[in-house]
C-alpha cells in the first residue's frame, strides 16, 4: 500500500513509479557508505525495498531505504537530506513517517548502521549494540571500487 504524506510544500512517498532514480544515484555514488554503486546495483536494492521518497514541489530532495520482511525485522539505510534542505527537520519527518509504516510494526529487531549520526536515530528509539559479540557479518567495504 502507497504512503504519503505532506508538510509546507514537502511530500514524502512510497511510491515506486514516483521515485527519481537518476537524483538518488546522484547523491548514492558519493555517499560515504556505499560510494561509487552501480546503478543498476542500486535499481535492485530499491526494487527490492520498502523506500520513502522526499519530495520539495516535484524534484526529490531526500531518501531512506527498509530492507524487510515486514513481520520480525528490518534493517534501514540510504537515509539522506540534500545539503539545501538540511537542518529543517525533515530528516526527523522523514523518520517519523517512516517508523510509523504499517510494515514496521511489532518487529522483533530493526537494525541500522551509522558514522555519526546517532543523535538522529536515538530519537527514534535505536540504541547501540546491547550484544556486539553477538553480532557478525560479511563486509566488503571495497566491493563498488
Ligand atoms: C542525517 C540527515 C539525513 C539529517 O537530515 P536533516 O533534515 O538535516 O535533519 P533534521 O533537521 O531533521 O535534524 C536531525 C536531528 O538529528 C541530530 N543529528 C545527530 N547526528 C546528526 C548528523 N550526523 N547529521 C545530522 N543530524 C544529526 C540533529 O542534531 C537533529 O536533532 P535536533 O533537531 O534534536 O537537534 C542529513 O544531515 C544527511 O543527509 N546527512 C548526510 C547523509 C547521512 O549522513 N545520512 C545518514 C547515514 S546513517
Known amino acids: 500500500?502507497?504512503?504519503?504524506f505532506?508538510?509546507?510544500?514537502?511530500?514524502?512517498?512510497?511510491?515506486?513509479?514516483?521515485?527519481?532514480?537518476?537524483?538518488?544515484h546522484a547523491y548514492l555514488v558519493?555517499?560515504?557508505?556505499?560510494?561509487?554503486?552501480?546503478?543498476?546495483t542500486?535499481?535492485?536494492?530499491?526494487?527490492?525495498?520498502?523506500?520513502?521518497?522526499?519530495?520539495?514541489?516535484k524534484t526529490q530532495i531526500g531518501f531512506a531505504r527498509v530492507v524487510t520482511d515486514s513481520a520480525?525485522?528490518?534493517?534501514?539505510?540510504?537515509?539522506?537530506?540534500?545539503?539545501?534542505?538540511?537542518?529543517k527537520g525533515l530528516g526527523k519527518w522523514l523518520m517519523k513517517c517512516l517508523m510509523g509504516h504499517p510494515a514496521l510494526q511489532g518487529l522483533r529487531r530493526f537494525s541500522l548502521a551509522t558514522r555519526d549520526a546517532q543523535g538522529l536515530y536515538r530519537q527514534f528509539g535505536f540504541r547501540e549494540l546491547s550484544k556486539p559479540d553477538s553480532k557478525m557479518e560479511i563486509l566488503r567495504p571495497d566491493i563498488y571500487r
Request: a negative charge.
Open 30 to 40: 558519493r555517499a560515504y557508505w556505499c560510494e561509487g554503486i552501480p546503478r543498476k
Open 42 to 57: 542500486m535499481e535492485r536494492a530499491i526494487a527490492n525495498s520498502l523506500c520513502f521518497a522526499l519530495f520539495h514541489g
Open 72 to 87: 520480525t525485522f528490518a534493517y534501514l539505510c540510504d537515509v539522506y537530506v540534500l545539503e539545501d534542505h538540511r537542518g
Open 1 to 4: 500500500m502507497v504512503e504519503t
Open 6 to 24: 505532506e508538510r509546507n510544500g514537502y511530500l514524502i512517498s512510497t511510491d515506486p513509479a514516483k521515485f527519481d532514480l537518476d537524483a538518488i
